[in-house]
């Protein structure tokens, strides 16, 4: 079984920084995308940014310049270095894999959420 969890969400003030981190953990064979998506109240999940397994990376216009998606493969986990943060970045945030199983099917996974709070 293929477990995602998410850490560092919390308040902040407008021009603030939060740092997002996911590991995965379980067994599989690799782990292909990361990614981060969040969900404010009443909107549906949108797309933050992706990293590949070999370094590419893309992000959301609406977070370009003021987020770094960054990965460790050899620990597993993507992070998602957040500053000048803005009210309209309050939302859970949702990690995702591609994961590899060893049969090498592919599927994806989400973490549970992390809450970012940006106060005014």
């Known amino acids: 079984q293929v477990q995602l969890v998410e850490s560092g969400g919390g308040l902040v003030q407008a021009g603030g920084s939060l740092r997002l981190s996911c590991a995965a953990s379980?067994?599989?064979?690799?782990?292909?995308?990361m990614s981060w998506y969040r969900q404010a109240p009443g909107k549906q999940r949108e797309w933050v940014a992706t990293i590949s397994n070999g370094g590419g990376i893309n992000y959301a216009d609406s977070v370009k310049g003021r987020f770094t998606i960054s990965r460790d493969n050899a620990k597993n986990t993507v992070s998602l270095q957040m500053n000048s943060l803005k009210p309209e970045d309050t939302a859970a945030y949702y990690c995702?894999?591609?994961?590899?199983?060893?049969?090498?099917?592919?599927?994806?996974?989400w973490g549970q959420g992390t809450q970012v709070t940006v106060s005014s």
């Open positions: 995702n894999a591609m994961i590899t199983h060893i049969s090498r099917s592919k599927a994806p996974y």
């Open positions: 379980g067994t599989f064979f690799s782990i292909d995308a």
